[in-house]
């Protein structure tokens, strides 16, 4: 009996050193471990002498072929050494996916290309601790980014979460054409059959518009022709620089001085709106752009029906973009040119680790070399002599089968890396940006580009006790505010509602916003 | 005691049978509640359910305060509402209808043809609705024409959301619904037919004083379990069906835990949302119960 007893009593200590230790051992998963293990080189490939495994999840797009077979990846791994497992989910689906796999607390090493947006990394960083810090493995283990945050410390800054410490690596664009998102273009082909000029007024611009709609530009003898195409609802905020509209934290704020101000109740955004859906009930602006229906939308452009249009780049309408041209921003009643539309460049959330991660310095290490300019042309175009060669002028120009590959460059292309669909963490420059940019855009880019805001701002991170608020309150926002100016724009409201629609937003709460945005952005300076 | 023992040891095998469904109802309806706390707790996976940090009734409050409550709330209780008011009775009159046919052929074709549409996925009819009621050429603009309508893009106006909606469920579970009704309208004894036509007595009158009455159980059990599903408006549907435009009408509980918790993570925020959905629900199937045992004697409970 006694014997028993001790037994028992053996037994629960027992239980309490394993509970103890189990508990410890959670609590110390938050902190980054140490990989003893494995012994890793800090410079030069292999990056370790014995093969390193590591599980990889991420968003994996359409035109992307399956990443174990993905060129650039099989090279990689045999240049470096690192395995890795890779649990791609499909875009279809994959913000539940992503939702499901934090809240299930089942991570795998390594994000890649899984769009971290600020409010999950301040979820999942800095709220519960998922996601490691890397301020001090990119010290020490990433030279190429280090070097980039020195000469950039406004892209630094942009990375950098509510804490001041950085989760995520970015995808960094230091192209003309990575300033700005959309870029404006006009049917020349059009012009010149109608013995037009280029405008450089919105009333100039009507005028064409006018013309496009009656004139039968293309000369088929069809009404078929969409003078002025903008892609959904919500691409509106972004083209009303000609009203003083800016861009800023890509949202409808302007930022002047530092002070933030969200222009949604302005009268420049009024006028802005009537001179829409005064184009919309001329039948100049297309009349579905409302019903978010991309296939349409592509369809339309690479059958050249529209006159002026607005696209980040030609890659939907090549076998036609020669018909278009960029051109300069209209002059509206401001008075001067502004493209507002602008870009810091840096895209954050590319590539994040878990704190579970098995290996950290040599998962720093595998993604440093893309932020070199070898690494990134590697990335971008593949192996010299099998995928690119360099032109007269040193430009890398895709061999022949890829670029008129009968799948389709953007097919052949994603079996040789994921430039297609993006958000791969990386160094994109002039050089390596003609991998998504044709000539074409990069002209249309170059025009632009002078008339962009001078500072541009991202969204600065906003401290975990505010999120809440912040995502309650654009949730709602962001949902009535496109539907109100869509029923603005094609007048099933009249601009009677103006102050009803105001209204409603500061009962929303679009001051608070302000506010908070502004103590988070009077936070960063 | 040991009566009971031997009892229980006598019909072992039935209650091996009744173990099951039992457990099943425990370890998948049961267990999962204890999640339910995350509605109260500001949830974080390294932390787990039972260790995250209470904060009271926040979420709540977040979502009663948010700017779109009322017209959420109002969008799932009047689509349901709407639904039931003209997807309940439907079936019925159906059965009442099929039980006249005389021809029995005649009856299982109209049956067959009737309950078909049960069996199409929702995104296929979504799918026809879309097309149907496209503004250049679907059906129900064509049919508008032949009376002098103007064309109306359906999909895009938020008044033509309710509608739509009743009425595709209508037409394809009408058929279905209705095979319950059939089958106690066939259990009605035909002498109570035969002595009423020797009373004189019409068509109309036999259904409304006969079949009517015999088949009446059936129609309240039916309506009290109807209603306990009553705030649980098809998701799917709705979710498919609804477009930026027409958001003001068709955002219900559903769709907008859907948006919330599960493509943002608010999963503390959307389980807040769904208690609040079930509380409704509870709330309004013990009225139904209550009103439906004071007036006919007949109740779940």
């Known amino acids: ?72 990846l099989q090279k990689y791994e045999e240049m470096t050494n690192i395995h890795l497992d890779y649990q791609e989910v499909p875009a279809d689906g994959f913000s539940e996916n992503k939702q499901l796999l934090f809240a299930s607390n089942e991570l795998p090493d390594i994000f ?68 700005m998102d959309f870029k404006q273009w006009i049917n020349t082909k059009w012009l010149e059959n109608l013995n037009l000029e280029i405008p450089t007024t919105l009333d100039e611009f009507k005028e064409v518009l006018i013309a496009f709609r009656d004139q039968d530009p293309n000369g088929n003898g069809e009404n078929d022709e969409i003078p002025m195409g903008i892609r959904e609802p919500s691409s509106v905020y972004a083209l009303g620089g000609s009203f003083g509209l800016q861009h800023q934290m890509r949202d409808t704020y302007n930022i002047d001085d530092g002070k933030i101000h969200n222009w949604l109740c302005d009268d420049e955004f009024k006028n802005y709106l009537i001179w829409l859906n005064d184009l919309y009930s001329e039948k100049l602006l297309w ?16 059958g050249e029906l529209f006159g002026a249009m607005y696209m980040p780049y030609s890659d939907v309408f090549l076998n036609c973009e020669e018909d278009y041209s960029g051109y300069e921003p209209l002059i509206g009643p401001t008075g001067e040119k502004f493209w507002a539309d602008g870009k810091s460049g840096v895209e954050t959330g590319t590539f994040a680790l878990s704190n579970t991660c098995s290996n950290p310095e040599a998962a720093i290490r595998w993604v440093d070399y893309f932020f ?9 175009f593949g192996e010299e002599g099998t995928h690119y060669t360099f032109n007269e002028e040193g430009i890398p120009v895709f061999n022949d089968e890829i670029l008129n590959a009968e799948e389709g460059f953007m097919t052949a292309l994603g079996k040789i890396n994921m430039v297609p669909g993006g958000g791969f963490p990386c160094l994109r420059t002039d050089e390596t940006s003609g991998v998504v940019a ?16 001078n500072v541009y701002y991202d969204k600065p ?42 209204a409603t937003l500061e009962q929303i709460g679009i001051r608070d916003l302000e506010e908070i945005y502004q103590e988070a952005l009077d936070a960063i300076k | 005691m040991k009566k009971k023992y031997k009892k229980i040891r006598k019909y072992a095998g039935l209650y091996i049978m009744l173990a099951i469904p039992f457990l099943w109802y425990i370890i998948f309806k049961y267990i999962p509640m204890y999640g339910l706390q995350i509605a109260f707790k500001r949830f974080n996976p390294t932390l787990g359910i039972t260790k995250s940090p209470w904060v009271g009734l926040t979420y709540f409050k977040q979502f009663f305060d948010s700017y779109y409550f009322g017209n959420i709330l109002w969008n799932t209780v009047s689509l349901s509402l709407f639904t039931m008011l003209v997807g309940f009775p439907m079936p019925i009159i159906l059965a009442l209808l099929i039980n006249e046919i005389k021809n029995t052929k005649f009856q299982k074709v109209v049956q067959n043809i009737t309950y078909m549409p049960n069996f199409l996925s929702v995104v296929v009819i979504v799918s026809m609705l879309t097309l149907f009621s496209n503004r250049d050429y679907g059906l129900f603009n064509k049919i508008g024409a032949l009376f002098g309508a103007a064309p109306v893009d359906f999909m895009a106006k938020p008044a033509w959301f309710q509608p739509l909606y009743v009425f595709s469920n209508v037409w394809q579970y009408m058929g279905f619904n209705a095979i319950i009704y059939i089958a106690a309208l066939a259990s009605v004894d035909q002498e109570l037919y035969e002595a009423a036509s020797i009373d004189g007595a019409s068509r109309m009158q036999k259904i409304i004083h006969i079949s009517l009455p015999c088949i009446m159980g059936t129609i309240i059990i039916m309506f009290i379990m109807r209603i306990g599903s009553l705030m649980s408006v098809g998701f799917e549907k709705v979710y498919l069906m609804q477009n930026s435009v027409t958001l003001s009408a068709s955002e219900v509980i559903s769709t907008f835990i859907y948006k919330n918790g599960i493509q943002k993570g608010q999963f503390s925020y959307s389980t807040a949302v769904g208690l609040f959905n079930s509380v409704i629900n509870f709330t309004l199937l013990m009225l139904a119960n209550f009103v439906s045992k004071k007036a006919t004697k007949t109740s779940l409970w």
């Not at chain 1, 009349?287 to 690479?302: E, F, H, I, T």
């Not at chain 1, 070199?372 to 971008?380: C, I, K, R, T």
């Open chain 1, 372 to 380: 070199s300019e070898e690494g990134g042309l590697f990335f971008a």
């Open chain 1, 1 to 72: 009996m006694k014997k028993s007893i001790s037994k028992k009593k053996e037994r629960k200590a027992w239980t309490t050193v394993l509970c103890t230790a189990i508990s410890v051992a959670m609590l110390s998963g938050s902190l980054p471990v140490r990989a003893d293990g494995n012994e890793i080189n800090k410079e030069g490939f292999p990056i370790s002498d014995e093969t390193i495994t590591m599980t990889v999840y991420g968003q994996r797009d359409q035109n992307q072929a399956e990443w174990k077979d993905m060129f650039f």
């Open chain 1, 112 to 179: 890649l290309r899984a769009s971290l947006n600020a409010n999950e990394v301040s979820m999942y960083g800095v709220g519960s601790g998922q996601l490691m810090i890397l301020d001090d493995l990119i010290a020490e283990y990433a030279p190429n980014l280090t070097k980039i945050f020195e000469e950039n410390p406004s892209m630094k800054q942009a990375c950098m979460s509510a804490d001041g410490h950085i989760y995520t690596i970015p995808f960094i664009d230091m192209s003309a054409t990575g300033k």
């Open chain 1, 461 to 502: 991170a906003v401290s975990t006790e505010n999120m809440d608020r912040v995502v309650a309150i654009e949730q709602d926002l962001n949902t009535y505010r496109d539907e109100a100016v869509t029923k603005f724009i094609i007048g099933e409201w009249d601009f009677d509602m103006w102050d009803e629609y105001c």
């Open chain 1, 438 to 453: 044709s000539e074409r855009t990069q002209e249309a880019s170059k025009i632009l580009e002078p008339y962009l805001p």
């Open chain 1, 287 to 302: 009349q579905d752009y409302y019903k978010n229906d991309r296939p349409v939308w592509r369809a339309n452009l690479s």
